[in-house]
Nanobody
Framework: QVELVESGGGLVQPGGSLRLSCAVS????????MGWYRQAPGQTREVVAT???????NYADSVKGRFTISRDNSKSTVYLQMNSLKPDDTAVYYC???????????WGQGTQVIVSS
């Protein structure tokens, strides 16, 4: 079974940077569309960024120009580099893997990001 393990969350000041990592412990990583989602307090979960098996990327309008998603197939890991962080970026960030063959979704446990002075 595919397992996703997230790391890199924490407390950062507005304008600061943080890099999230998500390691996929099993499964054919190269067949996965990888994504980062977030859920802020009192809000629904929303997509932040995705990267497909061909490394094409998509971003939510709210993070364009500030966040960068990337993948390292040799490490079966996806990253989210977050720059110019704002208080509105405060949320639990979840890693997601979509198997392009089965269309099955796998989710990580989430990692907390708090942007506050």
């Amino acid at each position: 079974q595919v397992e996703l393990v997230e790391s890199g969350g924490g407390l950062v000041q507005p304008g600061g940077s943080l890099r999230l990592s998500c390691a996929v412990s099993a499964g054919p990583f190269a067949f996965h569309v990888m994504g980062w989602y977030r859920q802020a307090p009192g809000q629904t979960r929303e997509v932040v960024a995705t990267v497909n098996p061909g490394s094409g990327t998509n971003y939510a309008d709210s993070v364009k120009g500030r966040f960068t998603i990337s993948r390292d197939n040799s490490k079966s890991t996806v990253y989210l580099q977050m720059n110019s962080l704002k208080p509105d970026d405060t949320a639990v960030y979840y890693c997601n893997a979509l198997d392009v063959r089965t269309r099955y979704n796998y989710w990580g446990q989430g990692t907390q990001v708090i942007v506050s002075s």
